[in-house]
């Protein structure tokens, strides 16, 4: 990989955008070899948490705009779909794209974005794409996809309307307006907001809080809660008792309550 690293601590991945000189800016291989990271990594048994950073001074400025000259999203993109041959290939093209952020939000434990600088663009909707953000003062989020005549396609219509309801995220979206973190803690995209030199710390510390909880709990409890704005409530229900019917005959469970009344540490081994 040459635009990202990913690299672990124990049950913690970090995974690192690492174009520090263009400020992370994205481009077709960054998204390429992001997907491909997420295929490796998405059902891991040994990840807990993972963390999302950008290299340098910004999460991430976006879409790397001296490539729009070229074709981002591959050879077929700009051809245009013939009848009979399915969908549209730049319909396509932007799925697959997709799908380098999709894998963050449904991979079974959770996912932190730790934002400095710009998450501006793409790069915002990356950090949408996380359970949560912890966000260091003085970064800006945007989608500017407006000002290039383009649509937040990589989730952003979808992610921020669920964060700070439709009309702000219309209103963000419409105006391609940029706001500060405090005010997008405010509308409620940031979980934790430090200063910028505790950024890591803070990351670290929400994730190693994380990775110590018992894993099987945390998988079920991720998945009834993503599911919660799309679900009615007794099928929500039924998730969470599916969950638990899971955690109640497992080892952690007995590993937990061995471990409270011998007021222990549980050692937790997610089966």
Known sequence: METIRFDRTGHVGWLRLNRPQKLNSMTAQMWDEMRELGQTLRDDPDLRVLVVIGEGRAFSTGIDTSQFGGDLLGSNSSKPAKEGQGDDPVVSAILRTQEAFTWLEETPYPTIAAVRGHALGAGMQLA???????????????????????????????????????????????????????????????????????????????????????????????????????????QGLRLEAEGQAVCLRSEDFKAAIRAYKERQTPQYKGR
């Open 128 to 234: 949408l794409a996380c359970d949560m953000r912890v966000v260091a003062r003085g970064a800006q989020f945007g989608l500017l996809e407006h000002r290039y005549g383009l649509v937040p396609d990589l989730g952003g219509t979808q992610r921020l309307p669920r964060l700070v309801g439709t009309g702000k995220a219309k209103e963000l979206i419409f105006t391609a307006k940029i706001i500060d973190a405090e005010e997008a803690q405010r509308l409620g995209m940031v979980e934790q907001l430090v200063d910028d030199e505790a950024l890591e710390t803070a990351a670290t510390t929400l994730a190693e809080t994380i990775a110590a909880q018992p894993p099987l709990a945390v998988r079920y409890a991720k998945r009834a809660i993503n599911a919660a704005l799309d679900t009615p409530i007794r």
